[in-house]
């Protein structure tokens, strides 16, 4: 070569080079805007075959294929629910869900039963039957689970211990065992007391003695029978002579609400074939007679019948009639033969000794009281 002329050759290769890199920018340029431009699905249909299902060996007929599960999602009704309990206050979500018939995917949760005993102050105006309806126990339960003394008169401001279930909420006096504390509270299987799962006794024994001052939950445990505080309201008269009218116990199914006070005639016992069983004490405000069911009981002095019906503090089928200043009361009856306001005369027959309410057998519960306070019968009454 002379002159400085490029080789025929050299100068191809430029040109294929270049026309190279020509096709390269104007490809990668077309994949670019595809990419960017939308795309019309309607424009392009993909057809495909259905998928074939598979054969079974030895049975000769197609598997159905397994049915996609499509999972629930939030609905806009749910959404608009959640949002407005987030920041609105009302009614628990549960009774929004269920007026809104929005109830899908979600589980109401049900309330759980308490496992502890709590404290509840009392308020004016609080009894013993109102605050166990509140809870859902017994009112021997709210009884037996603390001090007599707060029991027998609810002031407000105090505090009682409210139980879980019903039976004997018990502190521990002594070097007793919790079999023996089992069984004095009418419990014959203290494993009852060990596994119950409101108290810490994992790992004790029926022969366990616990430190004194424990407290410890007997379920289904019963103590003594609670003396019947109800209200009682006197009206006009000397206070001395009872009033001219009283009202027994209003509010519960038995009283006969106000009744014109009888004056009495004569003291008579209300039993004429007993033994008894319990006397008066502290704890036990009345007398205890035993007899066979149906034994007629009689009325203990002439007077006017101020309740008649079923006692929820452990009492059962229970007559109780005024005599002036007077008030007797007859308990655990299998039947009672008087009605409300009916006057009767000493010696008549009020109902049929029985078993009913906080019994351990049949007997009669007889209690006399004055100006509502409970008396020994055996001072009024010789047994």
Sequence with gaps: MRGGATPLWRRLTGWLLLLGAVLLFLATGALVLTD???VDDAAAPVTAEPPTAPVVPGEGRPVRPATTVNLPTLSPAQLDVFLQRSVVPGPPLRDVLLERNVYDPFTVIPERQRNEVIQYTIEKGDTVIGIAERFGLQPNTIAWSNERSIIQSLRPGRVLNIPPVDGVYHTVIGARNIAEIARSYDVDDPWLVIDSEFNQLFGATPETVLPSGTRILIPGGEAEQIAWTPRVQREGGASRSGGSYVSFAVGQPGSCGRVQNATGSFWTNPMSSYTITQGFSIYHSGIDLASVVGAPVRAANGGVVIFSG????????????????????????SRIDVRCRQLVSAGQVVGGLGNSGNSTGPHLHFEIRYLDRPQNPAATIGF
């Design 36 to 38: 960017l431009l939308p």
């Design 310 to 333: 079923w006692n929820s503090y452990g009492y059962g089928y229970t007559v109780v009639l005024s005599h002036g200043p007077f008030t007797t009361v007859y308990g655990h009856l």
